[in-house]
Nanobody, 120 residues
Framework: QVQLVESGGDLVQPGGSLRLSCAAS????????MGWYRQAPGKQRELVAH???????YYTDSVKGRFTISRDNAKSTVYLQMNGLKPEDTAVYYC??????????????WGQGTQVTVSS
């Protein structure tokens, strides 16, 4: 069974930066497209960035130019570098594999997520 462990969330001021990490186990990590999702209070979970197995990256419009997704297949880990954080980025962030082309989560199991709060 796939296990996902997210980390790196924190309380930061607007304009600040964070780097999130997600370590996966129980799967052949390198073959999957991986994504970062977030869920704000009262909102649906949304995919904000994903990276294909070959390294091509995609971002939702609201984070383009501010967030960078990367992966280290040797460590079965996906990262999200977040710069220029805004209050609207406040959410719990999760990772999961991404089903192409529907962009829906592939794995049924989720990690505990990591809380990102952007506030002055």
């Amino acid at each position: 069974q796939v296990q996902l462990v997210e980390s790196g969330g924190d309380l930061v001021q607007p304009g600040g930066s964070l780097r999130l990490s997600c370590a996966a186990s129980g799967t052949i990590f390198s073959i999957y497209a991986m994504g970062w999702y977030r869920q704000a209070p009262g909102k649906q979970r949304e995919l904000v960035a994903h990276i294909l197995s070959g390294g091509t990256t995609y971002y939702t419009d609201s984070v383009k130019g501010r967030f960078t997704i990367s992966r280290d297949n040797a460590k079965s880990t996906v990262y999200l570098q977040m710069n220029g954080l805004k209050p609207e980025d406040t959410a719990v962030y999760y990772c999961n594999a991404v089903r192409i082309p529907t962009m829906t989560p592939l794995w049924r199991s989720w990690g505990q997520g990591t809380q990102v709060t952007v506030s002055s």
